[in-house]
């Protein structure tokens, strides 16, 4: 099945500040950059035309976070599943990166997969969910499925595509550099 991962668009929310779970708004002006650039994506021929990314008989799926639903519910009628949310960083969240305590921080890159930033999920819960998720969509008949995400998860399916144990999947999504814009797509050919 071809999965077609989009993360969302920008959220409205200071920069240096952790946000994984947070309810937070997409920035109006990206959310409608994501939406322009998704609906002209793909050209057909020689590029005088243009297609949607995402065709309009496409399942559509999203985290129910309000950056990703936003942008989910302007494309189509989505799926909106908890499992594709961010992680949960606890009592980081919200707070700047520069006042969390360096010692947290150290804790949480010795064990990228067991700690608990803030005292939230774990890389190795969140993958759980993201992998039940996975296997859920790939029992569907479609040929192809879109996913309205957060980077997280996106590092998460993507590290799901080597069939690793699932500590081992946990920490080379961890371990990924962060790297996914807002409103990019990224496409995985993905099988049980």
């Not at 936003?70 to 009628?77: K, M, P, Y």
């Not at 930033?117 to 296997?135: D, I, M, T």
């Not at 080597?162 to 080379?172: N, V």
Request: with cysteine; hydrophobic share 45%; charged share 20%.
């Amino acid at each position: 099945m071809r999965l077609i991962l989009i993360r969302h668009p920008q959220p409205l929310v200071a920069p240096g500040v952790c946000y994984g779970s947070s309810d937070l708004p997409a920035e109006p002006k990206d959310l409608e950059r994501v939406l322009a650039e998704l609906r002209t994506s793909a050209s057909i021929g020689s590029g005088k035309a243009h297609a949607p990314l995402i065709p309009d008989d496409t399942p559509l799926y999203a985290s129910p976070l309000l950056r990703c639903a936003a942008l989910a519910h302007r494309l189509g009628t989505p799926v909106l599943d908890a499992r594709l949310a961010e992680m949960d960083f606890g009592a980081w969240e919200l707070r700047s990166w520069d006042d969390i305590p360096r010692a947290e921080v150290d804790a949480w890159a010795a064990d990228l997969v067991h700690y608990r930033p803030g005292g939230g999920e774990n890389v190795l819960l969140v993958a759980a969910r993201v992998a039940a998720f996975r296997a859920e969509l790939l029992r569907q008949p479609h040929a192809q499925a879109a996913i309205i995400c957060h980077a997280g998860t996106i590092r998460l399916l993507t590290a799901l595509q080597a069939g690793l144990p699932l500590h081992e999947t946990a920490l080379l999504a961890a371990a990924s550099p962060h790297k996914t814009a807002y409103g990019e797509a990224v496409i995985l050919e993905a099988s049980a």
